[in-house]
C-alpha cells in the first residue's frame, strides 16, 4: 500500500495525475486546500485533514457532506502536512508521496523538507515531489539509476549541522569519506555520468534530484 498526500501549494495537475497513476491507487490524504486539488483533478480523498482555513466556505460544505474528515485546530504545534505526514506513516506504507508542499512560502517548503525524516526514521521511503524536484531524506545507501532521474542535478546537502564518511560513484564528482558542513555548498550540483550512481554516508542527509 501507499500513500499521497497533497498540500495547499504549488501543485500541476498533469504531475499529481501521474503521480497517482503510478501509485496504484492509493490512499489519499487532502491536506487542507489540498482536497480542492483533488477534487479538481477527480482524483478521491481517502481522509481530508486540516484546519480548512484555505477553503470558502462553500468548499467546506462539500468536504463536510461528502468525505472523512479530520478538523484540526488552527492553533497548534504542527503543521497540517506534519498531522498528516504522521497518520501516514502509522499505516506503515511502503511509499509516500507529497505534493503541493512547495512553492512560494519557503518557510512551509523548508519545514515540509526536514518533516521528511520521521518517514526515514521508520524505514518508509517518503518524497517531496514538484514539477521540478524530487527530494528524500536518507541515512545509508542511496542508489540512482539514470533510467529513472528525476533530473540533471543530484545535491546532498546535510540534514544536521554536517554530514562526514560520505561516498560518492558513478558520479561527475565522485568521493571517498568526504565531509559537509551545513553552511557550505560543496553538494550542490553533483550529476550522474554512469548508469546508475551510489551514495552512502551513515548520517542523515537530504537528497535532492532537481532541474530547471
Do not use: W
Not at 561516498?167 to 555520468?193: M, Q
Amino acid at each position: 500500500m501507499n500513500c499521497l498526500l497533497v498540500g495547499g501549494g504549488a501543485v500541476d495537475s498533469e504531475l499529481l495525475e501521474k503521480t497517482f497513476k503510478d501509485l496504484g491507487n492509493p490512499y489519499t490524504f487532502g491536506v487542507d486546500r489540498g482536497c480542492i486539488y483533488l477534487l479538481e483533478n477527480n482524483l478521491p480523498i481517502s481522509k481530508a485533514v486540516g484546519d480548512f482555513d484555505s477553503l470558502s466556505e462553500d468548499e467546506k460544505i462539500i468536504i463536510d457532506r461528502f468525505f472523512d474528515k479530520e478538523q484540526l485546530n488552527p492553533i497548534k504545534d504542527d503543521t497540517d502536512t506534519e498531522h498528516a505526514l504522521k497518520m501516514a506513516i502509522s499505516m506503515k506504507p511502503d511509499k509516500i508521496m507529497i505534493l503541493g508542499c512547495t512553492g512560494t512560502r519557503l518557510d512551509q517548503t523548508f519545514a515540509s523538507i526536514r518533516l521528511l525524516k520521521l518517514a526515514a526514521d521508520e524505514g518508509i521511503e517518503a518524497f517531496l515531489l514538484d514539477k521540478n524536484n524530487r527530494i528524500r531524506v536518507v541515512k545509508g545507501i542511496s542508489i540512482l539509476s539514470k533510467n529513472d532521474s528525476y533530473g540533471r542535478y543530484i545535491s546532498i546537502l546535510p540534514f544536521g549541522e554536517k554530514i562526514s564518511g560520505l561516498k560518492i560513484r558513478g558520479f561527475k564528482y565522485d568521493a571517498i569519506d568526504l565531509a559537509i558542513d551545513a553552511a557550505s555548498s560543496l553538494g550542490v550540483s553533483n550529476e550522474l555520468t554512469h548508469d546508475a550512481g551510489i551514495i552512502s554516508c551513515d548520517d542523515y542527509y537530504i537528497l535532492m534530484e532537481t532541474h530547471d
